[in-house]
């Protein structure tokens, strides 16, 4: 190579390095890592912007009036955004699987709703359609407690599933997910007695998970592409309801929140557990789905705005579920690890099934 050459090569290397040295400190720096921030809290894609969206109202109550346009959309967009939710999320319940996963998923499903029917009865006849007013149990309503009852957090059961149980009981959530949404607490308070709901709006409940559950069976493309949406819009149906809500109201019943969440979690667990074992399960599946999903926080607004008898209850029962969503996620994943534990040493020696293993297995036999 001539010196010119040689020049050339050397000064466009020294024009090129900071560049260069500039692409590499942005491939290993990775920002601010505000979504696994956000993602340590439990539920937290829900829980954080709910919170903030609160202590906007609190703080600045007349903001989103102020600004118009779509900034005022999204604070009081809950609806809309919740129905797109549910398409979302129907198009992820594959209907050629249900009939394999029925027995587990199915046992798990019906449990959820006997105890979400019992709790309405049993409370319909004590407390009636409005919340408790006064003392330590103010804000406490039927509402309440059969919303944090009817829906799983199908994320963490999946997650608990694939590290303690086998791949058939992560899956049987895809029948599990037929509780998402309003409709089940509606039959539930409707037959318990209390204020009941016209068939046109238990079907416009229900309809949104349907046309999903169409769209994503007739073309799993399509399938894959509403999929993919559900955990991008949780945060902002999350806001959205947080902007309904006061941070008062929050504090008020924190330890109301903490308590029903403590009391759901022993309840469930212990129902579920039954049930798991008597179908032919050791249980860890049953503790697992002992949670509250997040997106149950929007189900009393949902049932106030399709009955407004419901309207009183409907903030605290949000602020409530909310409460219960976070007590379930801190206390099921510990609960499950020391549960599966238990199964192991009674299993007396027997090798403990590795679902990890067992995909890997088959994943190299068909190679």
Avoid at 61 to 82: M, V
Avoid at 211 to 218: D, E, I, S
Avoid at 242 to 258: K, P
Avoid at 292 to 318: D, E, F, H, K, M
């Amino acid at each position: 190579m001539s010196l010119s050459g040689s020049r050339f090569l050397l000064s466009f290397t020294i024009y090129r390095e900071p560049e260069i040295q500039s692409r590499e400190h942005l491939k290993r720096s990775k920002g601010m890592q505000l979504k696994k921030s956000i993602e340590r809290v439990p539920g937290g894609m829900m829980i954080v912007p709910l919170l903030c969206g609160a202590a906007l109202t609190t703080f600045a109550p007349h903001a989103a009036p102020f600004f118009g346009s779509f900034t005022n959309a999204l604070c009081n967009g809950a609806l809309p955004i919740l129905a797109v939710f549910y398409v979302c999320m129907g198009a992820r319940i594959s209907v050629a699987a249900l009939p394999q996963l029925l027995k587990k998923g199915g046992a798990l499903l019906g449990t959820k709703i006997a105890l979400g029917f019992l709790a309405s009865l049993t409370l319909g006849r004590l407390l009636g359609i409005e919340p408790i007013h006064s003392g330590i149990f103010a804000g406490l309503s039927t509402l309440a407690v059969v919303a944090a009852i009817n829906d799983t957090n199908g994320g963490l059961y999946m997650a608990l599933m694939e590290q303690y149980g086998r791949p058939e009981e992560s899956a049987a959530y895809s029948v599990m997910t037929l509780e998402s949404g309003p409709f089940l607490t509606m039959v539930s308070l409707g037959v318990a007695g209390l204020s009941g709901f016209p068939w046109q709006t238990l079907v416009g409940a229900i309809l949104p998970l349907a046309v999903g559950m169409l769209l994503g069976n007739l073309d799993h493309e399509m399938r894959d592409f509403l999929a993919r949406a559900v955990p991008v819009i949780i945060p902002f149906f999350a806001f959205a309801l947080g902007c309904t809500l006061d941070l008062h109201q929050i504090l008020r019943a924190g330890l109301l929140g903490v308590g029903l969440g403590l009391l759901l979690v022993a309840v469930s667990a212990i129902a579920l557990i039954t049930v798991d074992r008597f179908i032919g399960g050791d249980g860890t599946a049953g503790i697992a789905a002992a949670t509250t999903a997040g997106n149950a926080a929007a189900v009393p607004t949902l049932i106030a705005v399709a009955n407004p008898s419901y309207a009183p209850a409907a903030a605290s029962a949000t602020v409530l579920v909310a409460a219960c969503v976070i007590v379930s996620s801190l206390l099921v994943p510990p609960l499950t690890a020391l549960w599966n534990r238990h199964v192991r040493r009674g299993t007396k020696g027997k090798p403990y099934p590795n679902p990890r293993a067992e995909i890997d297995a088959k994943t190299s036999h068909s190679r």
